[in-house]
């Protein structure tokens, strides 16, 4: 099954990495955007996720891993909003900020970068690679 790769978006006051690995799991929930929802309900089990602080220095931090798909999201009476589940895999030894990801040009079309307000958005293969490998994580 082929594996899919993603961004996610949190400002680190309301949700920081730190509270992630603490944690142990998170339901990603109140995203509130029609693409990003239809991007969370893309989303399949294994699938590896880029958790990126939108606050303060903004950087890559971390990588999750989608451990359940999309369903409604809980105590939303509406229905138009969906959650996944996910756990956190490794942090990175060392963040890739935003200037870095803005500096390398195979990372040119990246929507981090084209659709700066989404919040969960997708990325190829080759650009979560590059990442990482920036980011200190070899061969992910």
Not at 26 to 50: I, S
Not at 72 to 96: A, F, H, I, N, Y
Request: aromatic share 8%; charged share 30%.
């Amino acid at each position: 099954m082929k594996k899919n790769y993603w961004l996610v978006k949190q400002e680190p006051e309301a949700f920081s990495w730190e509270d992630f690995t603490q944690k142990g799991q998170t339901l990603w929930d109140g995203v509130r955007n029609y693409q990003a929802r239809n991007n969370l309900r893309k989303m399949k089990k294994g699938d590896r996720v880029l958790f990126y602080h939108s606050v303060g220095p903004r950087e890559v931090v971390g990588v999750a891993e989608v451990t359940e798909e999309a369903f409604p999201e809980p105590g939303d009476e509406s229905g138009k909003w969906s959650v996944v589940r996910m756990e956190p895999r490794e942090t990175l030894p060392q963040p890739v900020t935003l200037a870095a990801i803005k500096e390398e040009a195979s990372l040119a079309e990246i929507a981090l970068i084209k659709q700066s307000r989404l919040s969960v958005m997708p990325l190829t293969a080759p650009e979560f690679k590059k990442i990482c490998q920036m980011g200190g994580l070899a061969k992910k």
